[in-house]
């Protein structure tokens, strides 16, 4: 038995609204007997007798019948729209959520699941799963046809045989094309992404015609798949509607002889063509949609793998507001692997790092490149959680308390800043629909930017981050610092916060993160040059992911000016 999940759960209220579609095509179907019943009449009853108020009646009925029609396939159409517009909802906050998760430090994330589920929502919300409801019902017109003569139930029946085998060749020759063309169809996305990031660069160095290029050999390769399936498809797709259109003139032709021979009547033979006819569409539409519907299918499989284990998110008990006491013991981080067999083998990323921080204390990280430092800031602000030991903040590990809660008393600059399309004032404010002018702006003055804002076009309403006001790099991480002093956090951790600034920016930094610990914040920095060091009270020394010493800024200095590792901070 399936575990209740988000999923499963989206998944079972989309299995049910299928339920009413089956009812109302039901109706639909039965309604679609309207017209060969009409024909039967009219033929077989009305011209013989020349009777204009049976006439009148059965056009009258025949009204009413076709209204009711009319409704229920609104009705059925309304239903499958609904049902994948509820689909999405159910699933968009999941799906973007392993979305954002997927993009966390060094994890590659393969699956797509807003994509995925976009693709799904479009496939269930049309029209083209209303035909494979209709499906069931082929058995049942193909039956009444029978009824009405046996070699045309006989004919009807052989040419139903041939379309339903084209279907399935269609379904095998068509499925694993498609399926190999997912993996370079998300490829290609993947890399206009990081294009379009990196045009900057790119343009720079006379990379655009090769990456375009690779871009186009990865979108062939995607459409060479995809045209196979379609080069398939359309050509059973053909063959399809070229064999129902015969079929149906094949039994006008049967059911004229047997008229002549004076087995059936002009209306049966006029009500046998169009009931066959009406139980070989959707077959037709079948094939003419199947294209899509593997798509579909296929994203489906993919968004179940990534969705359906992921549980409800149960809220830790809310703890009181963290002051800013971070104890790290015992910690190792081992690298993220795709292989799980390689861990065994693999040299921790950190290991066996011990240290703790006050309220108001500062600590500067150093140590060599490829040390671990960006690890331990990510580790810190629980981005990354430990494979051993702890990060504990005020003796509650990350997973103690509620992501969004803690996240509001957390502050983080990355290495690399990525502003999000927004103005000025929602970048710094974190998008909170709560903030106050008031913090906006104290935030700015901390790192020492509300001039540099106020002189932009637009000030703090100016809409940055899609390329409306382009920044330069040291704007934009001093507004990533200003971000991560907002509200003045508990802990704040800057990850190389002077890699684009300048003396000025420098100062703008150290005067931050002394404000950040006036303000009672616990400040981490990692950092290479000394300019970070002369704000904080305390240094960790990192060595190939070990600690090599920790201690007040005074006595580890002096070690590592002996071992000639940065150059005395003034």
């Known amino acids: 038995m399936n575990k209740s999940t988000p999923f499963n759960r989206a998944a079972k209220r989309l299995k049910a609204s299928y339920v009413s579609v089956a009812i109302f095509s039901a109706a639909v179907n039965l ?29 009258t009925l025949v009204v009413g019948l076709y209204a009711f029609l009319g409704f229920f396939q609104f009705i059925r159409a309304r239903v499958l729209s609904r ?26 994330h393969k699956a797509q699941p807003v994509q995925d589920l976009s693709l799904v929502r479009g496939f269930v919300g049309s ?71 990196n045009a900057d660069a790119i343009v720079a160095m006379g990379m ?66 169009i009931i066959a006819g009406r139980a070989l569409a959707p077959i037709d539409q079948v094939v003419g949609s199947w294209r899509n519907f593997i798509r579909a299918r296929l994203a489906y499989a993919r968004l179940k793998a990534s969705l359906e284990n992921i549980a409800d998110e149960e809220k830790p008990l809310k703890l009181e507001p963290p002051k800013g006491h971070i104890t790290v013991q015992g910690l190792v981080k081992m690298p993220f692997l795709n292989d799980p067999s390689e861990l065994a083998s693999a040299k921790p990323i950190l290991q066996n790092l011990n240290f703790s921080l006050e309220p108001g204390d500062a ?63 929602d970048n710094i404010c974190r998008f909170d629909p709560a903030a106050t002018d008031e913090d906006v702006l104290e935030a700015a003055a901390m790192a020492g930017i509300d001039k540099m804002i106020l002189a932009i076009p637009g000030g703090y309403d100016a809409h940055i981050g899609d390329g409306s006001t382009v920044l330069s790099g040291g704007q934009s991480q001093r507004l990533g610092l200003a971000r ?23 100062q703008a930094l150290a005067q931050c993160i002394v404000a950040l610990r006036e303000a009672g914040s616990t400040v981490v920095v ?45």
Not at 32 to 57: A, C, G, H, K, N
Not at 87 to 99: E, I, M, R, V
Not at 155 to 183: F, H, Q
Not at 219 to 238: T, Y
């Open 127 to 197: 029209n083209a799963p209303a035909a494979f409801f209709d499906l069931p019902w082929v058995p049942a017109f193909l039956a009444l046809v029978f009824m009405l003569h046996f070699w045309l139930g006989i004919l009807a029946l052989g040419g139903a045989i041939v379309i339903v085998t084209l279907t399935l060749i269609n379904e095998a020759l068509s499925r694993k094309p498609l399926r190999e063309s997912a993996p370079f169809e998300m490829a290609e996305n993947q890399l206009g992404q990081h294009v379009h990031v």
């Open 363 to 425: 600590l500067c990280v150093i140590g060599p490149s490829a040390t671990g430092k960006s690890s331990l800031a990510r580790l810190l602000v629980g981005i990354w959680m430990p494979d051993k030991g702890s990060v504990r903040i005020d003796g509650a590990a990350f997973d103690q308390w509620d992501e969004e809660e803690i996240g509001a008393h957390i502050g983080y600059l990355p290495q690399t800043i990525s502003l999000l399309p927004g103005s000025i004032k």
């Open 484 to 506: 991560a002093a907002y509200k003045k956090p508990a802990l704040v951790v800057l990850d190389e916060p002077n890699s684009n600034l300048d003396f000025e920016g420098d």
């Open 31 to 59: 309604l679609m007997l309207t017209s060969p019943l009409f024909m039967l009449q009219i033929y077989d009853r009305v011209l013989t007798s020349r009777s204009l108020e049976t006439l009148s009646v059965l056009f």
């Open 208 to 273: 655009r015609q090769r990456l375009i290029s690779l871009w186009n050999e990865t979108g062939n390769k995607a459409m060479a798949f995809s045209q196979k399936a379609g080069n398939i498809s359309e050509v059973i797709s053909s063959a399809t509607k070229v064999l129902r259109l015969l079929l149906q003139s094949a039994i006008l032709a049967l059911g004229a002889w047997l008229a002549i021979l004076q087995e059936i009547t002009p209306g049966v033979m006029i009500a046998a063509s």
């Open 83 to 108: 049902s994948g517009y509820k689909f999405q909802l159910d699933l968009a906050t999941l799906a973007k959520g392993a979305w954002i998760k997927g993009g966390i430090g060094s994890r590659s």
């Open 526 to 570: 990692m950092a290479h040059r000394s300019s970070a060091i002369s704000a904080v009270n305390k240094v960790l020394m990192l060595q190939d992911g070990r600690q090599k010493d920790f201690g007040s800024k005074e006595e580890v200095l002096q070690k590592v000016q002996r071992m000639n590792v940065v150059p005395k901070a003034g």
